[in-house]
């Protein structure tokens, strides 16, 4: 203390500076003091530096600790339980540093060059204690726009917000806590609410089989708490945390019930009925699910039965067959709720012009189990199939998606046979080749063609097609003289030409003149996606 007492005296002679509190931890720096960058010498005039320290969320103040330091010492003081701070100090550049339990710590710097007032706003820390979280986001709180109904369904803003009390936390101290909610709340979702000067806190949990459960505060010192499950709610509860672990006994009261249906309504009248598929609704109040007690259904929707106090619950419907839905329900009475959701549909309109007979499917679902020609379908892409005589000719790709769920087609099925007309060319090689002058009219799809004054033993055959020079190998199966494609062609208008060639025959008999009839089909289509 002697040698320091010196040093002090030395660099200090002549200035006759008050320095209060004084801690050395270095020397000096050089230089003349102009701003606030740099090293700076202490100025020869002491000035007051005087702070207010608040919550940034609600603006309550808080007490705590600064460090005020430069290049040569630091300081320690206290801010009161007013949040405030009052000190003396040399002129000249320092760094501030807040910490207050509960909070993060927040640091700034000041030029002290007269006297000078700060106001710093400390942000609450976002945990206090293991899965002991900051109800709510900063910018929700900050704006003012937290609703606690959204947590906590049946606790009003008000409640929470005005009617439980601030307290202050002392120092860091890990406190096992156990609540006790009684043996009938026992395996019971519940939620704790905390306040610590002002700012909400939630610890949510289950009960065990006795009905109580644990909860770990970092911070020793005065917590006001309060206690729900979905049908209880407790007494307000002021806890002082002790030097070891402490039990906290809420007086759990029960809520009184209400009768909530949820009617949910297809958009789509499918048959005659408007129901939707059950058990795809989900509701919650925060974090307690919501359980039905009866689902009935009539053709004019589907009911979901619940009894549950008052309050604003979430609900979300998920059916592959209807697009998703999340809506809200505020509860005040005995009350029926109405949604609307909107299914997938797909309805298809055919007129078949070709006298042939056709039938479809949907992505494999027959016509046959469809109603009125509706399908209710899923979100994605399905094809549509139309077939003649057993065989697809047409095909069409419709895609649902929550934006576009229900789309409508209109098809024309027409018949577009032709003859083509053939040459015999190479006899001894039992090589028939029919060619066809001119061009199609319009683009078709062919099942087949019967071959006309042409007879032979044989039943096999390969038909080479060629549309507009580009030639296809087409496979079938000939039957009285019909030859039919495993799998219809479709071709361009155009130029097309039909070779077919007949093997292992031991008779062929030709007259004149040679052709084939070619089965062939094209339709036409309108799709529009429309709103119900």
């Known amino acids: 203390m002697g040698i320091s007492a010196i040093l002090i005296v030395t660099v200090f002679a002549g200035a006759n500076i008050a320095y209060p509190n004084y801690i050395p931890i270095g020397s000096l720096g050089s230089g003349n003091s102009t701003g606030s960058g740099g090293l700076h010498t202490f100025s020869d005039q002491n000035f007051t530096l005087t702070g207010n320290v608040s919550n940034l969320y609600n603006g309550l103040p808080v007490h705590g600790s600064l460090i005020i330091s430069n290049s040569t010492m630091s300081k320690e003081l206290n801010y009161s339980q007013n949040g405030t701070f009052k000190v003396t100090l040399p002129g000249g550049p320092y760094s501030l540093s807040y910490s207050s339990p509960g909070f993060d710590t927040m640091s700034s710097s000041i030029f002290l060059d007269k006297n000078k007032t700060v106001n710093q706003n400390i942000i609450p820390s976002q945990s206090i204690g293991n899965r002991i979280s900051i109800l709510g986001t900063n910018t929700s709180i900050i704006g003012n726009t937290l609703n606690i109904s959204q947590s906590v369904p049946y606790l009003s803003d008000k ?159 998920n059916n592959q067959s209807f697009v998703g839905k999340l809506f809200s329900v505020n509860v005040i009475g005995n009350q029926t709720s109405s949604e609307n959701v909107s299914a997938y549909v797909i309805a298809v309109n055919i007129t078949d012009i070709t006298g042939s ?124 003289y019909i030859f039919n494609l495993t799998t219809p062609l479709a071709i361009s208008s155009g130029n097309l030409a039909i070779r077919v060639v007949i093997t292992n025959s031991t008779s062929i008999s030709v007259s004149q003149p040679v052709y084939a009839y070619v089965h062939a089909y094209n339709i036409t289509e309108k799709g529009i996606y429309k709103d119900l």
């Open 159 to 317: 409640n929470i917000s005005y009617g439980l009390d601030r307290n202050n936390i002392t120092g860091q101290k890990n406190n096992i806590i156990t609540l006790e909610f009684g043996k009938t709340l026992n395996n019971t979702a519940f939620i704790v609410l905390i306040t610590q000067d002002g700012t909400v806190y939630e610890y949510n949990g289950t009960t065990n089989s006795t009905g109580n459960a644990t909860m770990s505060l970092n911070y020793s010192g005065n917590y006001t708490m309060s206690a729900y499950t979905l049908y209880y709610n407790s007494t307000i509860v002021k806890y002082k945390t002790a030097s070891g672990n402490g039990t906290i006994k809420f007086q759990m009261e029960k809520r009184q019930t209400y009768n909530e249906t949820v009617k949910l309504s297809s958009n789509y009248n499918l048959n005659g009925n408007k129901s939707v598929n059950e058990s795809a609704l989900t509701g919650h109040g925060g974090i307690f699910h919501l359980q039905t007690t009866d689902i009935t259904i009539n053709s004019t929707g589907t009911y979901y039965h619940y009894s549950v106090p008052a309050g604003t619950y979430g609900f979300s419907y």
């Open 357 to 480: 007979g056709y039938s479809y499917n949907i992505s494999g679902v027959a016509v046959n189990n469809m109603v009125n020609n509706t399908y209710r379908a899923t979100a994605g892409t399905h094809t549509l199939s139309v077939s003649i005589s057993g065989k697809i000719i047409y095909t069409y790709n419709i895609s649902l998606k929550s934006g576009n769920p229900y789309y409508e087609v209109t098809l024309t099925l027409n018949n577009n046979n032709f003859n083509v007309t053939g040459i015999l060319t190479s006899y001894p090689d039992k090589d028939l080749n029919l060619n066809y002058t001119g061009t199609i009219p319009s683009n078709v799809t062919i099942t087949g063609m019967q071959l006309k004054n042409v007879t032979f033993s044989s039943s096999s055959s390969n038909v080479t097609i060629i549309n507009n020079k580009t030639p296809y190998s087409v496979n079938g199966t000939m039957s009285n």
